[in-house]
């Protein structure tokens, strides 16, 4: 299984899920069609899972995302939640903010109380 890949643009955010269970998204995510940025990043999770996995590690930082995007995301996790659920895999999501951005912060704590998987929300670190 190869990596996934992909740059960032000023609508969409980098991504970065490495077949060793290190899976990274951050920027920014306003994409005029947040289904078709995000399908292949769930069809390649999906694909990642198959191969049982012992740890997955998801690390998201997004100075903004809109609600399309947040569905989409929520859904991303949702398939690391069933994975964790089924496996017993060590799954884990560090969800970052930037300093005083009180509303992305927020969203993290919103997103954690809707999944059961450890998952931190934290100030980033720069």
């Not at 998801?58 to 089924?86: A, G, P, Q, R, W």
Request: charged share 20%; hydrophobic share 40%.
């Amino acid at each position: 299984m190869n990596s996934l890949f992909v740059e960032g643009k000023q609508n969409t955010p980098t991504v970065a899920f490495s077949e060793c269970g290190v899976l990274s998204i951050s920027g920014r995510s306003i994409p005029e069609h947040p289904i078709k940025f995000y399908k292949p990043l769930e069809d390649w999770l999906n694909n990642f899972l198959t191969t049982s996995p012992i740890k997955v590690y998801l690390k998201v930082h997004l100075d903004y995302l809109n609600t399309h995007s947040t569905e989409c995301m929520l859904s991303i996790f949702k398939l690391l939640e069933t994975y964790h659920i089924v496996s017993k895999a060590d799954v884990s999501v560090l969800w970052n903010f930037d300093e005083d951005d009180e509303d992305m912060q927020t969203l993290g704590n919103d997103l954690k109380s809707l999944i059961n998987i450890p998952f931190k929300v934290e100030e980033a670190v720069n």
